[in-house]
């Protein structure tokens, strides 16, 4: 029965360690979810035309076109998750939202 019990407090401790782990995630975007889904969206096609050139120059077009006022913040987030440069956005990131 203490087993059981044991169990049980386990699993609700690992829920409500991803549940926080996950808000604190949503408070760290430097931008809306939609945006990052719409630049994923945009980096994909665009590495379906041209190859990454290691570093952030598609990223860094996309934001300034929807008008983002912090670019740099936004990229240093990106590196902070795996995202040195627009092919490791989508590699390191995207994965990230799902």
């Given at each position: 029965?203490?087993?059981?019990?044991?169990?049980?407090?386990r699993k609700q401790i690992l829920i409500?360690?991803?549940?926080?782990?996950?808000?604190?995630?949503?408070?760290?975007?430097?931008?809306?979810?939609?945006?990052?889904r719409m630049l994923f969206d945009y980096l994909d096609n665009k590495l379906?035309?041209?190859?990454?050139?290691?570093?952030?120059?598609?990223?860094?077009?996309?934001?300034?076109?929807?008008?983002?006022?912090?670019?740099?913040?936004?990229?240093?987030?990106?590196?902070?998750?795996?995202?040195?440069?627009?092919?490791?956005?989508?590699?390191?990131?995207?994965?990230?939202?799902?």
């Amino acid at each position: 029965m203490a087993d059981k019990i044991d169990k049980e407090k386990r699993k609700q401790i690992l829920i409500d360690l991803r549940k926080k782990a996950l808000e604190e995630f949503e408070k760290s975007l430097p931008m809306s979810r939609d945006n990052f889904r719409m630049l994923f969206d945009y980096l994909d096609n665009k590495l379906q035309e041209k190859k990454c050139d290691d570093d952030h120059e598609m990223t860094r077009t996309y934001l300034n076109v929807i008008g983002v006022e912090n670019v740099e913040k936004i990229l240093g987030w990106l590196r902070a998750k795996g995202g040195y440069c627009d092919c490791e956005v989508l590699a390191n990131v995207e994965e990230q939202f799902e």
